[in-house]
């Protein structure tokens, strides 16, 4: 398997999702998957888990059948700005993914851009999620320079024009083109909402092949990798995954 690290997956907690989280680690146990995160909706999505459930998930053991799980949240960028969940909530998780959700209805690119440039630029945000949604019409230059001066991670989300953002892909395509001209780090999430679409990145690999980028820029490559990429950004070592996972295992 080339990805060994799925960085956006939902559960039942999410009412819309299907799964568990045993049975993701059962699942990616089966395909080889070394580790995945965890990122249910942030509360103002209406069918997402009350906020407790993000503080809980210290509860849940790091490593399960073999596989580690990441603690994590996708939040939503709000129309005031800033994010759904509180700073003392978002201190607890090990990865934390921003993006627009149907919680904010859609108005102009400039006010888009404004509200992703404030997010990026808070240090509260690991990923930004599915940033070629045509939906919320972007800024991309401006956005994806900033996410590369703050060392946030741009997300190739392989349920785009799958499953839904229908008409994503064009876009996503010149995200992809821009983050590889500008040197952008960048996290493929399946986003699946059933867990037999973990790690299914096919819709990824087409769009990364269309924007002719390499694997260097792309973290899922190893679970180590992605614990260098979270510390890089200021989170504290995992200390069970670092005595677990080898260098670029």
Same mark, same amino acid.
């Given at each position: 398997?080339?990805? #060994?690290?799925?960085?956006? =997956?939902?559960?039942?907690?999410? /009412?819309?999702?299907? $799964?568990?989280?045993?049975?993701?680690?059962?699942?990616?146990?089966?395909?080889?998957?070394?580790?995945?995160?965890?990122?249910?909706?942030?509360?103002?999505?209406?069918?997402?888990?009350?906020?407790?459930?993000?503080? +809980?998930?210290?509860?849940?053991?790091?490593?399960? +059948?073999?596989?580690?799980?990441?603690?994590?949240?996708?939040?939503?960028?709000?129309?005031?700005?800033?994010?759904?969940?509180? *700073? &003392?909530?978002?201190?607890?998780?090990?990865?934390?993914?921003?993006?627009?959700?149907?919680?904010?209805?859609?108005?102009?690119?400039?006010?888009?851009?404004?509200?992703?440039?404030?997010?990026?630029?808070?240090?509260?945000? *690991?990923?930004?999620?599915?940033?070629?949604?045509?939906?919320?019409? #972007?800024?991309?230059?401006?956005? #994806?320079?900033?996410? !590369?001066?703050?060392?946030?991670?741009?997300?190739?989300?392989?349920?785009? $024009?799958?499953?839904?953002?229908?008409?994503?892909?064009?876009?996503?395509?010149?995200?992809?083109?821009?983050?590889?001209?500008?040197?952008?780090?960048?996290?493929?999430?399946?986003?699946?909402?059933?867990?037999?679409?973990?790690?299914?990145?096919?819709?990824?690999? !087409?769009?990364?092949?269309?924007?002719?980028?390499?694997?260097?820029?792309?973290? +899922?490559? &190893?679970?180590?990798?992605?614990? /260098?990429?979270?510390?890089?950004?200021?989170?504290?070592?995992?200390?069970? #995954?670092?005595?677990?996972? =080898?260098?670029?295992?």
């Amino acid at each position: 398997m080339r990805f #060994l690290v799925d960085l956006h =997956t939902h559960t039942v907690a999410s /009412d819309h999702a299907y $799964s568990t989280i045993m049975d993701y680690f059962n699942y990616a146990a089966d395909i080889g998957v070394q580790m995945f995160a965890c990122t249910d909706h942030g509360p103002a999505v209406a069918d997402a888990p009350h906020k407790w459930h993000f503080k +809980n998930l210290r509860v849940i053991p790091r490593i399960v +059948n073999g596989v580690a799980m990441l603690r994590g949240a996708e939040t939503n960028i709000m129309p005031s700005g800033g994010l759904d969940l509180e *700073d &003392s909530i978002l201190a607890g998780l090990d990865i934390v993914l921003a993006g627009f959700h149907p919680n904010y209805m859609p108005t102009t690119k400039e006010e888009h851009t404004r509200l992703m440039l404030d997010v990026i630029a808070s240090g509260k945000v *690991d990923v930004i999620a599915h940033p070629g949604n045509p939906n919320y019409p #972007l800024d991309l230059e401006a956005v #994806l320079t900033a996410a !590369k001066e703050h060392q946030v991670a741009i997300e190739i989300n392989s349920s785009s $024009s799958v499953n839904t953002r229908m008409g994503s892909h064009a876009n996503c395509v010149k995200v992809a083109t821009l983050a590889k001209k500008i040197g952008n780090i960048i996290a493929l999430g399946t986003d699946a909402h059933f867990v037999t679409y973990m790690a299914n990145f096919e819709e990824s690999l !087409k769009v990364i092949a269309e924007a002719g980028m390499g694997y260097d820029q792309i973290i +899922n490559t &190893s679970p180590a990798k992605v614990l /260098d990429f979270l510390e890089s950004r200021g989170h504290a070592p995992i200390k069970e #995954l670092r005595a677990f996972f =080898t260098p670029y295992s």
